[in-house]
């Protein structure tokens, strides 16, 4: 008995090995038969394509082809070759995602060639390819124009994944969530018959479910029309370090932070604070205008912190950027990344809150949170970044909640928990119970998409909320054959 039922699942796993092999096969002969360049695993340049960002889930992904479209016409061939094996793709623009998810697919579609910006004729609008990274389209932008837009600080984090999710800047309470600059796309169909211009008034469905939740479930998106502002000339960067032995002082002082931020922080500036071990906290960010108008608007807020810190003056930085320069700093270094090639990695565990305006975090959980950062061992490095996304006239706030299928429209702000070093257990687990801490009132607060957490049990309800059911039915129109893979996605 026992031996014909091992010759059985022998057989079945055979089976399932044959049958893979014939349809990796058949999608790479398709390939092959259509001009499209690949990348085989036995090719020299494999290691480096499927080498994920974050180094800690290089043993959860698996793909075994990776297409370097060099146009449209190559992405729609190569959509059509993965429909017609049923095969399932991933799409790749900066690979920053931190669940590694743009190479979760046994195909993986390398957007990096899709590299041009360029205004739009006579407009204010400019073109970006989907692989372009956003250091360089920061830097472009500006150095064609003297024009911005709203996005992350990172210069590597590609925009394929960020105008689809999210993105975030301390410029996007000014100007928006990258998504919110989206005017249009250019997108290729999940089978590859047909590549689509996608607006609000063009497939509007597509529109709104392709800005929040459009990475890797719907389509690929080749190119991206962003409305640009004028980038401002004073960038008033500021830093106070305050350094509190006791937990207590620390949750006051967060508290006092945070309030200050959704009762007074004007749309111009950018705003939160990062904790670090040894009860340090850096309330950082940058005002959009002069130095002089953010001291006098900044000074009540020292004030009060200054009684939480026995008087004592924190360690402080205040100086005006110009705009690349602010980037710059922003970013760490310079902005510019190599077109190909890239190879900067991390190996990290994170997770996110965000804590509605109405429901921010009290002086109960404050404390407790601030408990455990001070009393719990750990061997892991870490740091929390709170920002602020709400507060007064945020324009992130201002976009209506179902024009998008971004569903946080009334947030305050969006808490992020990192960790890396030490035993890989012991990271997830101190991470998990950094963010327990606070304690039951963060109850049911959802999760930042572009902050992927492979950890999390219900990612589409954390990420998308009451958006969920209306995505599933898109997917049903637009990828019905589940061509497309997201492992959080639809
Ligand atoms: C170091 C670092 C800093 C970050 N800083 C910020 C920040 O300041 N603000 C913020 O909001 N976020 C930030 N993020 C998060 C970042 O916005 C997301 O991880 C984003 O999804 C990364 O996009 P990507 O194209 O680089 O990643 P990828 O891994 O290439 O893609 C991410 C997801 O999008 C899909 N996708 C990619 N391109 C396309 C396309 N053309 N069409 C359809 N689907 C596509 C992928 O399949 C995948 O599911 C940061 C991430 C890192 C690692």
Redesign the pocket.
């Known amino acids: 008995m026992h031996l014909s039922l091992s010759l059985f699942f022998l057989a079945a796993t055979l089976w399932r090995a044959d049958a893979f092999n014939v349809r990796r096969d058949a999608l790479s002969d398709c390939l092959a038969g259509h001009d499209v360049p690949v990348v085989m695993t036995a090719d020299p340049g494999w290691d480096t394509a499927v080498k994920p960002?974050?180094l800690r889930l290089q043993d959860t992904i698996d793909p075994t082809i990776v297409v370097v479209a060099r146009n449209e016409a190559d992405v729609k061939k190569a959509m059509k070759c993965a429909w017609s094996t049923k095969t399932q793709v991933?799409?790749?623009?900066?690979?920053?995602?931190?669940g590694?998810?743009?190479l979760?697919g046994t195909m993986v579609l390398d957007?990096s060639d899709f590299q041009k910006i360029a205004f739009s004729n006579g407009t204010d609008i400019v073109i970006v390819g989907?692989g372009v990274r956003l250091g360089n389209m920061a830097k472009g932008l500006y150095e064609l124009s003297g024009r911005a837009l709203p996005h992350?600080?990172?210069a590597?984090?590609?925009?394929?994944?960020?105008a689809?999710?999210?993105?975030?800047?301390l410029d996007s309470r000014l100007w928006g969530l990258t998504i919110d600059v989206v005017e249009s796309m250019r997108v290729v169909k999940a089978d590859g018959r047909k590549a689509l211009e996608v607006s609000a008034t063009k497939n509007a469905e597509l529109f709104w479910g392709l800005r929040g939740a459009?990475?890797?479930n719907f389509?690929?998106?080749?190119e991206f029309r962003l409305k640009t502002f004028v980038a401002p000339r004073e960038n008033t960067h500021f830093g106070y370090q305050y350094t509190f032995a006791d937990s207590g002082k620390l949750a006051r002082a967060l508290v006092v932070m945070q309030r200050w931020g959704l009762e007074k922080a004007p749309k111009e500036l950018g705003y939160g604070f990062l904790l670090f071990p040894g009860g340090t906290v850096n309330l950082r960010g940058v005002y959009y205008g002069p130095k002089d108008v953010f001291e006098t608007l900044i000074a009540p807020l020292l004030d009060e912190l200054k009684v939480i810190y026995d008087g004592r003056v924190p360690v402080t930085t205040v100086s005006v950027k110009g705009w690349l320069e602010s980037l710059e700093y922003l970013n760490g270094g310079p902005l510019e990344v190599p077109l190909k090639g890239y190879d900067s990695h991390?190996t990290f565990y994170a997770k996110s809150l965000v804590a509605p305006e109405d429901r921010p975090i009290s002086v109960g959980a404050a404390s407790s949170f601030a408990a455990y950062l001070q009393f719990v061992p750990t061997t892991a490095s870490w740091y929390v970044i709170c920002n602020l996304y709400g507060g007064p006239g945020s324009v992130i706030n201002s976009v209506p909640a179902n024009s998008t299928s971004y569903r946080h429209r009334s947030s305050g702000y969006v808490w992020q928990f990192v960790a890396s070093g030490g035993p890989e257990a012991n990271v997830v687990e101190y991470v998990k119970n950094m963010v327990s801490s606070f304690g039951n009132e963060i109850d049911g607060y959802p999760a930042y998409a572009?902050?992927?957490d492979p950890e999390l049990e219900d990612p589409q309800t954390a990420y998308w909320g009451d958006n969920v059911e209306r995505l599933r039915e898109l997917k049903k129109v637009w990828d019905a054959d589940d061509i497309l893979l997201?492992p959080q996605g639809f």
């Open positions: 960002y974050n991933s799409v790749k623009s900066g690979g920053h995602s931190y590694a998810y743009g979760a957007m989907a992350g600080t990172c590597g984090v590609g925009i394929g994944g960020h689809t999710l999210g993105g975030f800047g459009g990475a890797s389509g690929v998106v080749t991390d572009p902050y992927a997201n």
